[in-house]
């Protein structure tokens, strides 16, 4: 995965100026697996773009185990830009799980990007409503979905991972056991032959 | 509750054109208890603001169980904004839960106000970033919290709806079981004695 700047829409034309700018809020780092990258409990500065390996944010639940909220393979972003926004400290700590190369963003790389982009006339507010349509997907599933259909939509969100993470991981995604986890994929692999 | 023009911020300084432009976008409506303002798995094409009464939007559960989505009383907007906004079928039905009197707000309302206020250099995106850590947070909470702290944040979130609100329904939105939410506010209210 190239850059994050290749996510920058073709029809935003950026100057090489604006293109600059952007890259000084750039900064190309390796981290080896088990690297914790942010702390819960702690004001993030930065959100990773992940061009190699594998990323996660997780919380710690009442008794101590930490749930996974979500992954991040090549090409995505992971963040908590509310907690950047407005300055708070985040719920959610960020953590490597495969050896990694990303781009770390600075605080004020969004920013510039949505002024750039809405000086275009390209409209940020569409891909904030699609994040929380996600997020509200999510939460749809959470409360209403079975145990089948949680694993059939991580499959779908993130179709290379599923060799790459420990069952006990995803099934803390998903909110169930990784008995009941191995059961489903089970069931589906009999399915399918 | 007056009106949603009201939660327009003061220094947007709308002109006359431009708040009869949005007024002709809202339509004030009485529903008794009980109607179905939207059915899931139909295209949305209004949101509702609650000048008086109270709402919910709800999802059926793998079993037809209905499980609230969330709780709108006076003063607050229900609508399914990403389903709007990209035209999608909605996962959530919107029903009135006590005769109310509502704004109800065309597509186009939303679409308005954000060229309007965009205009006067308010930006946007901060509302819809908080309402991403609003669905950010529920999520966590819904993997991660105890059935006491799910409860105190709903009371929290909705400091008036406990006594109009029957108790299976506020079940289902922090996703535990009657029995359950009975013996939390029975331990709350021995601890407060």
Known sequence: MASIID????????????????????????????TLLHQSG???????????????????????KEQTFMFAPEGWIISDLGALTFQQSSQLSIEVLEDATVEVL?????????GLLSKLGINISRLLIKRNMVLQKRIIM???????????????TYPDIMQRVPLKMIATYLGIT????????????????
Request: proline letters at 5%; a neutral charge.
């Open 7 to 34: 996510l920058i829409p073709q029809e935003a034309k950026l100057t090489p100026d604006a293109l600059n700018m952007l890259k000084a809020q750039i900064q190309i780092q390796q981290y080896p697996k088990g």
């Open 42 to 64: 702690y004001m993030p500065t930065k959100s990773y773009f992940v061009k190699q390996g594998l990323l996660r944010s997780f919380v710690l639940d009442a008794k101590g």
């Open 106 to 114: 600075t605080n004020d790389f969004f920013e510039i990007s949505e």
């Open 142 to 156: 959470l409360m209403s979905a079975t145990a089948t259909e949680l694993y059939q939509d991580f499959v779908t």
């Open 178 to 193: 990784p008995e009941a986890l191995s059961k489903i994929r089970g069931e589906i692999a009999k399915n399918n032959t």
